[in-house]
């Protein structure tokens, strides 16, 4: 159809509605196109989904093609997934102990399009919380609150076995559990401080005790080897005092004064006068 103005055509009217339609058609092509190739991020799989059907298998990382318009591509991160959960549970003396988790756990690649067509992209909330926190109970449970402090590399581990029995055939694999917290009630903490300050203080009395023990023991050992010292000394003295040594250290010790003996009626003789007198006599 032409367009007059004024009895003239108007030739170029025409020309534009082609262009337009080019334009138009190019446009299409173009969002055709675009549509037609997705691209899986490296550490991701992708799963196909047809009209609102999930089609077994993943796409790998790299470019692929799709059916335009048909099929949509949702992307399933398959590389270590980070998950704190704060939870409580009672111990097996029934104390309450809330805890902080930090997870650590992956998707498995060849079931992402299972878990996304069973459970849907929400997983996390979905199977991995409520799974953290029914293990969580079965395993506090085996040990008093006492234990749960003083074990919680064997408590980590336990939950790390419980989570992949109930998670590995669903497709998701816990790498890693670590406990960031135990807390307690405020009167088992109390009770725990005054058990440790209890048995510090045995502790110190034993200790004390042990020590006594041992200076006794090292003090009669020495008063041992001093007596026996001694004695030795004593016999070797005696075997060396002949009687010809007795009497030198007599003669040594000697005043020249002869001595005095006590005589009847309470009378004092010296023996030295004596001798004298009976010298002259003769």
């Known amino acids: 159809m032409t367009v007059s103005v004024n009895g003239e055509k108007k030739p170029g009217v025409k020309k534009w509605k082609k262009l337009i339609i080019i334009g138009v058609i190019a446009l299409f092509a ?89 459970i849907g992209a929400d997983y996390e909330n979905v199977l991995v919380v409520p799974a953290v926190n029914e293990v969580l109970k079965a395993t506090t449970a085996q040990y008093t609150a006492e234990e749960s402090v003083t074990n919680r590399a064997l408590i980590s581990d336990g939950l790390v076995e419980g989570l992949n029995k109930k998670l590995n055939e669903l497709g998701l694999y816990v790498t890693d559990v670590n406990i960031i917290d135990f807390d307690f009630s405020e009167a088992f903490i109390n009770a725990i401080e005054e058990k440790q300050v209890a048995q510090q203080k045995l502790l110190k009395a ?34 060396s005092l002949t009687d010809r040594v007795i009497e030198n250290k007599k003669i040594e010790k000697w005043n020249g004064e002869l001595p005095r003996v006590s005589g009847s009626g309470g009378t004092i003789i010296d023996i030295g006068s004596v001798d004298s007198t009976t010298a002259k006599s003769e």
């Open 30 to 118: 173009l969002v055709v196109l675009l549509n037609s190739f997705t691209v899986v991020d490296a550490g991701h799989t992708g799963v196909v989904v047809t009209l609102g059907s999930v089609n077994e298998g993943v796409l790998q990382e790299g470019i692929h093609t799709k059916a335009p318009f048909v099929q949509s591509v949702i992307k399933i991160d398959n590389r270590i997934q980070k998950l704190e959960v704060n939870t409580e549970a009672f111990s097996k003396d029934l104390q309450s102990v809330k805890t902080v988790l930090a997870i650590n756990y992956r998707v498995d690649t060849s079931k992402s399009y299972s878990i996304y067509k069973n």
């Open 206 to 239: 034993e200790t004390e005790k042990q020590t006594a023990i041992t200076n006794a023991k090292a003090a009669a050992e020495a008063a041992k080897i001093k007596a026996e010292g001694d004695a030795e000394a004593n016999k070797k003295l005696n075997d």
